[in-house]
């Protein structure tokens, strides 16, 4: 642990908070002097993503700015690697045109109103760094989805907000059978209530990193252990949303759900901070370690139906 998080490990969130936005202020002064043509981008509201999820069983699939980088060619440190191929798969699925499929992007980009001063300011050097390269792949005439409906709470000033929102995700596995396909650090719903109204949870464990290089033994063990009447649930970074568009085309439906667990262990401490989480790697943490809290656990061991790993 470098000395600086060993600091801030020490003092009390608030005042951490407070520096990381006095750190951030110069560059988000330089971003404010970038002048940005925005185009106009139509969005569903988030109910109208979750109705359509459903009522018509549509599949979801969410891109980041670090998809839109990878999508432009450039590589970054991820617990991904940059490929061609890879590239290829992300743009594929970000322009698909099958009906049954959202494309969300980052609502932020274009209005933060809702967040608080750190994730304004960090939504406002997005659209200073970025803007250009998410553009060019848009379509101005399609509907898009907000990539951040699965992160309602950290980013957000409005508690209350946060509870509608994770409210409102909830009906999308409401008396459903559930497939979760999520990293074997991940353990979506351990821990919490999160998806208690669910009628049954399977999972699927695919490697914490890399899950890309698995891609095609991913989507072989859901063709042999998920029906097609059984919503499957992604949490496996940008591969979730490469297995949503082409499991969509199969027939299946995969939501990307990206960090909800996440955001709703946060929700529930009422964090300030992007904290680690006792048994879940959270990569924003900083911390590449967790806990094998709930390795043993029964609950969480029974539910695997299949194990996708390198």
């Not at 069983?57 to 440190?77: A, I």
């Not at 290829?88 to 499929?101: R, V, Y």
């Not at 709470?153 to 209350?160: K, L």
């Not at 209530?193 to 899950?211: G, Q, T, V, W």
């Amino acid at each position: 642990m470098t000395w600086k998080k060993k600091i801030k490990k020490l003092l009390p969130d608030k005042i951490v908070y407070g520096y990381e936005v006095i750190r951030t202020a110069p560059e988000y002064l330089k971003a404010l002097k970038v002048k940005s043509q925005i185009p106009e981008i139509k969005f569903y509201s988030d109910e109208e993503t979750v109705s359509l999820i459903v009522k018509e069983r549509k599949s979801l699939s969410r891109f980041g700015d670090g998809e839109f980088m990878w999508m432009s060619g450039e590589s970054m440190v991820s617990f991904q690697d940059y490929s061609a191929e890879f590239a290829s798969d992300l743009t594929s699925a970000f322009k698909s045109d099958n009906e049954n499929l959202l494309v969300g992007i980052p609502h932020g980009v274009f209005d933060s109103s809702k967040c608080n001063l750190y994730a304004k300011m960090h939504w406002r050097i997005i659209r200073a760094n970025f803007l250009s390269r998410l553009v060019k792949f848009m379509d101005v005439n399609r509907v898009y989805s907000d990539a951040s409906i699965t992160r309602p709470y950290i980013d957000y000033r409005d508690r209350n907000y946060s509870a509608k929102i994770f409210d409102l995700l909830k009906r999308i596995w409401d008396k459903r059978d559930v497939v979760i396909v999520e990293g074997e650090k991940t353990k979506l719903g351990m821990g919490n209530d999160l998806f208690d109204n669910a009628s049954s949870i399977k999972r699927i464990i695919c490697p914490a990193e890399n899950a890309y290089e698995r891609i095609e033994a991913i989507k072989n063990s859901i063709r042999s252990n998920v029906e097609k009447d059984t919503l499957i649930l992604g949490a496996l970074g940008p591969t979730a949303s490469i297995l949503a568009s082409q499991l969509c085309d199969e027939g299946y439906q995969f939501v990307d759900i990206g960090h909800i667990d996440v955001e709703y262990m946060w929700y529930l401490r009422h964090a300030i901070l992007r904290e680690t989480i006792e048994g879940k790697y959270v990569n924003e943490s900083g911390v590449k370690t967790c806990s094998d809290v709930y390795d043993n656990d029964s609950t969480y061991i029974n539910s695997i139906i299949d194990r996708v790993l390198s």
